[in-house]
């Protein structure tokens, strides 16, 4: 097909009548029945006008050569169709920021009591002005001097970005506030009890949005081809870096099906916009397809009879006033009858949309939650809130933790997929080695700020689950960021994507760590730690592999390097979507107060000092000490070990290549974790870190001294006992930081910026003496790391303080108070075990009660009994009963 104008022309005026008649019926509908003009409403007309400018241009551009290429248009249009062009690029960011604008001011109406959601909507907003502002100001200046963007044969003097490059610059920002839109008012809808009818009207109502997004996708696709079409047209002539300013040939072709797709895009919104306003059209005119004959509002029974249910057939309570349904002008109801007598009785969402004065109502929903605590999704799913993970035991563990484990998997994953991506966009830019270390730095300079910033505020503030869709979140807004920087070729857009990617698994890392530490018996942290690490170095494992033979296989030009942003929409899609699968997982929590509470059961250990400095915060500190200097270890080692395999191949024959070399090293780091948390069985796990750093200086020595396939071989043992010192080191840390655990872990993650400093030395001192060499720095790095497993196994106090004690977990509140109310006295809990888990008394695996027959009564005592027993006798008892029996949960 020669000529793409029909097409460009009549899908145009199709999607532009359509939004406007849903505009128009928008209006009817807000002015005819509701008798309200709302905030929204006006931004609404304010993003059709834009879209008429808009369309028009796209229009009138096609009618003088858009859709043709360059030979078949006459040269007395070209100034005509450059300015429509210009106009037309100008308009669309506009059209789109109105248009979000007006959702996002809607769904502040939806509201007035989710603090959660108001507070996102207004992040969402201000992103979406603040993109949508400067990507304007970017489009309207795309040419110095300004008016060559009007000129229609080249300048030689003037530099212009094609309007490709800034189209697919903005499609992450498009795409993320697309998504984010989407699922903004999920937890709203989920949260109600509806009808089975007023449930599909609500989730086709607010789920014409998902339109939008795929419309986008399928426009970048476009773009892409665009691109890449451009890319392979220059790369012969230009420098790879240039390629965002290259002046395009035969635009009119190649951009016809781009406008046609942005003013699909832009219509499609606005008509997505505009349904949830047309309820009270739709109920005046088909009221049966709204309501059913059954389907009357009424009042909870629950309300009137505190015995009910809580989760009744009736819909979820909705407050509002008295008089919120009738109309102000004529005091006549519209849509419903007039709601009368308790100012708290209630009405369902479709109700909200049919009332006449929606922004003036009370909130939606509360932020409360039934009497049971529980959430609904969309009464197929009753989820009730767990107990604390720190009442946890073992088997009541696994779940939760089986969900962390994903988190670690993800970003295994993700480091993996960087690593290989960071190569090829090296080999694409002709990067040296510090070009590859200013991508590796960028990376884990997130690590420096996230986890102090984002990540403990979050934590602290709404705890764990908070803390996982926040971090996923900005994970897949740095994977998306990954779009502009492919398309510019650019070094300083790509360390900007790594930053971000850092940032968020740094947040994602701030709770995933202490999570698994934290839910269950603390004596198992370490084992549960390293296995969940484990799961994250197969996601290393895996990411390379399919990285190098599957997705970035071909990737050696520019051209190619574009293809890769469809691993990264699956990677950021798949990311959101677990976000809200966390969202509505019952996800266990530890507060500051049970934290103390854990804590004070061995006080008197806690409040040891070590000279004057208190022992718990002096193991923290060495602690943090010894991650940095392990995390700079292992990264200084990571960046040099395909340098060493290549320094060492020549001196022996094998078919291995350095990159077979780095999967064995990670497969046998992945291996060393899950040997880590088993070893814990049998030793303490202050000995296993002792004996894991002893291994590293060792091998680190080993591979400076040892030539050929032994001196390799040194290296992938290096690797194996590297993998368990993490987890040890970070599990181990945390013991006793009480209501500061929280902060504790954020302070442990962000001494993983040791990455960024050490492997700048390890490169220098390569370049000087040799790759073998170099190996010095990784070996100086575990030796200062090794003071803190020194201090742990040879210092009294921090042995007792770092040693798990069987059963260690908080005691339920009902326990505590009757403690209380009997006056019993808890001695503090030892530790009987001399090695590993197993030689701690029922600390895995859940023995049989044991009972004891005493006056034809027979006494359990449960597997707990082990813990502190009673002094004293509680009033009003006495006998043999209370001296023998610990009360229940203890």
């Known amino acids: 097909m020669q000529d793409r104008q029909p097409a460009v ?6 999607v532009f009548v359509l939004a406007s008649i849903f505009v128009a019926f928008r209006f009817v509908s807000r ?10 409403d006006y931004f609404m007309i304010l993003a059709w006008l834009i879209d008429f400018g808009f369309s028009f241009s796209i229009l009138y551009a096609t009618s003088i050569g858009l859709g043709l290429h360059d030979s078949r248009i006459s040269s007395d249009m ?17 059209a789109l920021m109105t248009l979000k604008t007006s959702i996002l001011v809607f769904y502040l109406t939806l509201t007035r009591g989710e603090r959660v959601f108001r507070w996102a909507n207004y992040a969402t907003l201000f992103v979406v002005n603040a993109a949508g502002v400067g990507l304007t100001m970017v489009n309207m200046f795309q040419c110095r001097p300004f008016s060559a963007v009007f000129r229609s044969s080249p300048d030689a003097r003037a530099s212009c970005t094609d309007i490709v490059t800034l189209y697919l610059c903005s499609a992450p920002v498009n795409l993320i506030t697309d998504v984010a839109i989407f699922f903004l008012p999920i937890p709203i809808l989920t949260r109600m009890h509806l009808p089975l009818k007023q449930k599909i009207i609500l989730l086709v109502t607010f789920g014409f949005g998902v339109f939008t997004a795929v419309v986008d996708v399928i426009r970048v696709a476009y773009l892409q081809n665009a691109a890449a079409s451009r890319a392979l047209a220059y790369q012969n002539d230009h420098h790879p870096s240039d390629l965002g300013s290259v002046e395009y040939k035969d635009f009119s072709w190649y951009g016809s099906f781009i406008f046609m797709w942005s003013a699909v895009e ?27 004959v059954d389907d009357t509002l009424h009042v909870c029974a629950a309300r009137s009879n505190p015995v009910a249910s809580p989760v009744s057939p009736c819909p979820m309570s909705i407050p509002f006033h008295k008089g919120n349904f009738s109309n102000s002008k004529s005091g006549s109801s519209v849509g419903r009858p007039v709601v ?3 100012p708290d009785e209630d009405v369902d969402m479709v109700d909200f949309l049919r009332a006449p004065n929606i922004e003036g109502g009370s909130p939606i929903v509360g932020s ?30 696994i779940p939760p933790v089986a969900m962390g484990t994903i988190i670690f998997f993800m970003w295994g994953f993700a480091y993996g997929l960087l690593d290989i991506l960071n190569a090829k966009f090296q080999a694409t830019l002709s990067l040296n080695a510090w070009g590859s270390l200013g991508l590796h730095g960028a990376y884990y300079g997130g690590y420096l700020i996230g986890p102090l910033t984002v990540g403990r505020f979050v934590l602290k503030t ?3 689950k908070a803390t996982f869709i926040t971090g996923l979140c900005i994970y897949a807004c740095g994977t998306l960021i990954f779009w502009p920087s492919a398309v510019l070729t650019s070094f300083p857009a790509f360390n900007v994507s790594n930053f971000v990617v850092g940032f968020g698994l740094s947040v994602l890392e701030t709770a995933a760590n202490p999570f698994i530490a934290l839910c269950g018996p603390l004596e198992n942290s370490e084992v549960r730690l390293n296995f969940s690490q484990g799961v994250q170095a197969i996601g290393s494992v895996i990411s390379p592999l399919l990285a190098q033979q599957v997705l970035f296989r071909n990737v050696d030009n520019a051209a190619s390097l574009v293809d890769v942003q469809w691993a990264y929409l699956a990677v950021a899609l798949f990311d959101v979507l677990l976000a809200v699968v966390f969202y509505y997982l019952p996800i266990p929590e530890a507060s500051d107060q049970g934290l103390q509470e854990l804590a004070e059961r061995r006080g008197e250990v806690n409040s040891t000092r070590v000279g004057r400095i208190p022992v718990v915060w002096l193991t923290f500190s060495l602690g943090v000490f010894s991650q940095w200097c392990y995390v700079g270890g292992q990264e200084a080692f990571s960046v040099s070990f395909e340098n060493l395999v290549q320094a060492l191949s020549p001196k022996y024959s094998s078919n291995l290549g350095p990159f077979n070399y780095l999967l064995i090293g990670h497969t046998l780091f992945a291996v060393g974790r899950f ?20 291994g590293m200086i060792l091998f680190s020595g080993l591979c400076m001294s040892i030539d050929g396939s032994a001196g390799v071989t040194m290296g992938l043992l290096l690797y194996l006992f590297e993998s368990g010192a993490f987890s040890t080191i970070f599990a181990i840390s945390l013991r006793g930081t009480a209501h500061h655990t929280k902060t504790a872990a954020a302070v442990m993650t962000t001494a993983i910026n040791g990455a960024i400093i050490f492997p700048f030395p390890q490169i220098a001192a390569a370049m000087q003496q040799g790759t073998p060499y170099s190996f010095c720095v990784t070996m100086a790095m575990f030796a200062f790391g090794s003071i803190f497993p020194l201090y742990l196994n040879f210092v009294p106090a921090a042995r007792k303080q770092v040693d798990p004690i069987p059963n260690e977990t908080l005691r339920s509140p009902c326990a505590q108070m009757r403690r209380q109310r009997h006056g019993i006295v808890c001695r503090e809990k030892g530790n009987p075990a001399s090695g590993g888990v197993l030689s701690r008394p029922r600390s895995v695996i859940e023995e049989p009660l044991a009972t004891v027959q005493l006056q034809e009564k027979t006494l359990q005592i449960t597997s707990q009994s082990h813990d502190t027993f009673v002094e004293g006798t509680p009033p009003g008892g006495g006998g043999i009963m209370h001296d023998l029996a610990p009360w229940p949960n203890e």
């Open 340 to 342: 009368t007598g308790d």
């Open 9 to 14: 022309m009549a899908v145009t005026i199709v």
């Open 368 to 397: 409360g939650s039934s009497p049971q605590n529980t959430t609904t999704f969309f009464d197929f799913v009753n989820m009730r809130q767990p107990k604390s993970m720190l009442q946890m035991n073992n088997r009541e563990s």
């Open 675 to 694: 040997l880590t948390a088993l070893t814990q069985c049998f030793l303490k796990p202050r000995w296993i870190l002792l004996l894991a750093y002893v």
């Open 31 to 40: 002015i005819g029945i509701v008798h309200r003009i709302g905030l929204h």
């Open 78 to 94: 070209l100034p005509a169709l450059n300015r429509a062009e210009y106009v037309i690029t100008v308009l669309y960011n506009p």
């Open 266 to 292: 832009v219509n499609t919104g606005i008509i997505c916009a505009c349904v949830p306003s047309l309820k009270p059209l739709v109920a005046r005119v088909f009221p049966g397809l709204i309501r059913g």
């Open 462 to 464: 709404w705890g764990f």
